[in-house]
């Protein structure tokens, strides 16, 4: 049958709900486009721009909450992942997911009804003007959004789904195995890219198309 994937937000116990297999939504854009929405910190000089840029990239007229999932820690777990690295929860939440649920972070997320992101819409990504980048608060690296156009390797969606799905079983329906995600549990943000952190943080965007690049050409049909 294979393994079914679901998007956690663990700090604020919000889920996407089923999304199927990894490699049926990883390329397509489908549900998983969120990201570029929840992540995103409005410009202090243009908030009301930055809003309108995401609005409009839904199909519908729904507000949306931007920024919602900014600084919190999240992953794409599948359904048969019975481990985790190693620092991703806290000893409650460890105790918690072993004590009754066995281990498996899918089955706390479906018995306690983990309510989808609010208002968050789905419609397509986001259209970023100016030099906005991803950063991983943990790690101290960002990417260059332009970065990732120009390597025609996807976007925000597909860069993350790529270091942050984690499983301890490798079927994902790709030709590449992304089960065991370096980020699985980081926190992001997408803001735009000021002087402190292109200063004290390291440009990751060229490794990052590196790597993500021959996937994306592999899901292409």
């Known amino acids: 049958m294979g393994q079914y994937w679901v998007l956690v937000n663990l700090d604020k116990c919000e889920a996407s709900g089923h ?15 969120l990201f570029s929405r929840l992540l995103v910190i409005p410009s202090e000089s243009d908030p ?25 820690r999240i992953i794409c777990v599948g359904d048969y992942a019975s481990s985790y690295p190693e620092g ?38 986001p259209k970023f003007e100016g030099e906005w980048v991803l950063r991983n ?3 101290k ?26 499983s301890t079983d490798s079927s994902c329906a790709m030709h590449y195995d992304l089960t065991q995600g370096e980020w699985t549990g980081d926190s992001f943000d997408i803001a735009l890219l000021d002087d402190q952190t292109k200063e004290e943080w390291k440009d990751v965007t060229e490794v990052v198309v590196k790597r993500v690049k021959p996937i994306w050409d592999s899901e292409q049909y």
């Open 141 to 166: 690296v960002y990417l260059r959004l332009k970065g990732l156009e120009e390597g025609n390797c996807g976007g925000v969606e597909q860069v993350l789904l790529a270091y942050i799905s984690w």
């Open 19 to 33: 999304l199927g297999k990894l490699g049926e939504f990883w390329s397509t854009g489908t549900g998983h486009n």
């Open 48 to 72: 009301d721009e930055t809003v309108k840029a995401i609005s409009t990239s839904l199909s519908g007229s729904q507000p949306v909450n931007v920024g919602d999932w900014a600084g919190d």
């Open 88 to 125: 991703l929860f806290t000893k409650e939440e460890l105790d918690t997911l072993n004590t009754k649920y066995e281990g498996s972070l899918w089955s706390l997320v479906g018995e306690e009804h983990w309510p989808r992101p609010k208002r968050c819409g789905w419609g397509r990504s």
């Open 137 to 139: 608060l943990k790690k």
